[in-house]
């Protein structure tokens, strides 16, 4: 199995901060990874595809990069409605998620 | 646009069947050629993917999951279907179903997704 590892576990930022979400795969997945944010009693939103392509209606804001075993969201500037857990999937081989970064108010 | 919608019990037995239906509205569930899959978060933990069933009824399962799930289609009804076998305790969780894209390397992420309905395992 693929396994991936966020880092951080949780981040605290301010509004205005650029923010920073690693992701790391057990073994090379080449671009399959996907980033979702997720509020609390809802379900995740998909924000970035095949690692760096902004699904539709997502704001530039969020950025995501990286391809192998490592992978990146960036969010350029964090808005009020930003704050959240983020999870990363990779789907080259079965899907799985990592285990969530929380980015809370600093 | 597509929309989905789980239903199913709230609260299963031990060692009974979990059973659950998403329901399918703004497409058809048989064109087009996507992925339909099922997958759960355990409270205050992270997202399991537990499988899927392809437009054509094709499946494919979680292995962790493998010998207790099936996953189906009833394109009459535009529905797929969760079934668990002999559930514990460690299958409370929040379920949802959801779609991946399609094509331009969309296939593999959940594009469109339900809102989720909690079940919970007790006697």
């Known amino acids: 199995d693929i396994q991936m590892t966020q880092s951080p576990s949780t981040l605290s930022a301010s509004v205005g901060d650029r923010v920073t979400i690693t992701c790391r795969a057990s073994?090379?997945?080449?671009?399959?990874l996907a980033w979702y944010q997720q509020k609390p009693g809802k379900a995740p939103k998909l924000l970035i595809y095949?690692?760096?392509i902004l699904e539709s209606g997502v704001p530039s804001r969020f950025s995501g990069s990286g391809s192998g075993t490592e992978f990146t969201l960036t969010i350029s500037s964090l808005q009020p409605d930003d704050f959240a857990t983020y999870y990363c999937?990779?789907?080259?081989?079965?899907?799985?998620f990592g285990q969530g970064t929380k980015v809370e108010i600093k | 646009q597509v929309q989905l919608q789980e239903s199913g019990p709230g609260l299963v037995n031990p060692s009974q069947t979990l059973s659950l239906t998403c329901t399918v509205s703004?497409?058809?569930?048989?064109?087009?050629?996507?992925?339909w899959s099922w997958l759960r978060q355990h409270p205050g933990k992270g997202l399991e993917w537990i499988g899927y069933?392809?437009?054509?009824?094709?499946?494919y399962y979680n292995p962790s999951l493998k010998s207790r799930l099936t996953i189906s289609l009833d394109t009459s009804k535009n529905q797929f279907s969760l079934r668990l076998s002999s559930v514990t305790a460690a299958d409370t969780a929040l379920y949802f179903c959801?779609?991946?894209?399609?094509?331009?390397?969309?296939?593999?992420?959940?594009?469109?997704w339900g809102q989720g309905t909690m079940v919970t395992v007790s006697s």
């Open positions: 999937q990779q789907n080259n081989s079965f899907r799985t």
């Open positions: 073994q090379s997945i080449g671009s399959w």
């Open positions: 703004g497409g058809s569930i048989s064109r087009g050629g996507y992925y």
């Open positions: 069933v392809y437009s054509r009824g094709n499946t």
């Open positions: 095949k690692a760096s």
């Open positions: 959801a779609r991946e894209g399609l094509g331009d390397g969309s296939v593999g992420s959940f594009h469109i």
